[in-house]
């Protein structure tokens, strides 16, 4: 996607299921952490998180964002994909800079939007490996949404006949986290998709598989930084 911010303007990003890739081919982005500004690389990665992140853009920025699907990411890096856990990277460090240089100086020269999508497509296919994907992941993903994060990790292997570390293992390999974090980050999403102004917090906490109230609004709190009634308050 293509995200353009005419004036400055400092936003939160949720905890998701995807890495993400930025390139900036105009402007800048800074992190606010601890009420430290850091600035970001004009390319870099952003590994799966479970905190929120405050981000502030400058005026005029403009931003190709690539979302990876859940382990889509994996037959481009040559690595691990957990050592990216709540990190944001500088792409300097999978690739040569004379290279970066080069595409961010297309991209900037570029004249539409889709014109900037067909130049980061042709750039990321030319750094794709030649892997095959894990079909054991693959499947541990689909059940992992099948129960929507409601799922315990023995349950999961168990289903898929394996023992439970050998699955963690490859997981966190493939998908950037454990399967008990994905999952976590699965029911957090789901209760944010299915929320509505009618519905009770207890009944939502319920649906989601949250026996305890407490135990919601902590685990609620944890990925946005704001209790459900103040977060969904504010969002309506």
């Known amino acids: 996607m293509i995200s353009e911010e005419a004036e400055t303007k400092e936003y939160k990003v949720l905890p998701g299921t995807n890495l993400v890739i930025g390139f ?4 800048q982005l800074v992190r606010i952490q601890d009420a430290a500004v850091n600035p970001l ?8 998180h479970d905190t929120p992140r405050i981000f502030r853009n400058a005026a005029h920025t403009g931003t190709v964002l690539v979302y990876f699907k859940e382990a889509g990411a994996a037959p481009f890096f040559n690595m691990p994909l957990h ?5 944001s990277v500088s792409l300097d460090n999978f ?4 290279e970066l240089l080069v595409f961010e100086e297309q991209l900037a020269e570029a004249n539409t939007d889709q014109d900037r999508i067909a130049l980061t497509e042709r750039f990321l296919i030319g ?5 095959t994907p894990d079909k054991l992941v693959l499947a541990a993903l689909a059940l992992i949404h ?11 292997a168990a289903q898929l006949n ?8 490859r997981f966190r390999q493939a998908v950037g986290t454990s399967p008990k974090k994905f999952a976590a980050l699965v029911r957090f999403r789901h209760v944010l998709k299915s929320y509505h102004a009618r519905q009770s917090l207890t009944h939502l906490a319920h649906a989601a598989g949250f026996y305890d109230q407490a135990h919601f609004i902590k685990t609620f709190k944890s990925f946005t930084g704001e209790t459900p009634d103040t977060f969904f308050t504010v969002a309506n």
């Open 24 to 27: 900036q081919y105009r402007g």
């Open 41 to 48: 690389s004009t390319a870099g990665i952003t590994g799966l």
């Open 83 to 87: 050592e990216l856990f709540d990190e």
């Open 95 to 98: 690739m040569l800079r004379s």
């Open 127 to 131: 750094r794709l490996r030649d892997t």
């Open 146 to 156: 099948q129960h929507q994060g409601n799922l315990r990790i023995t349950d999961l």
């Open 162 to 169: 394996i023992s439970q570390g050998p699955l963690e293992k």
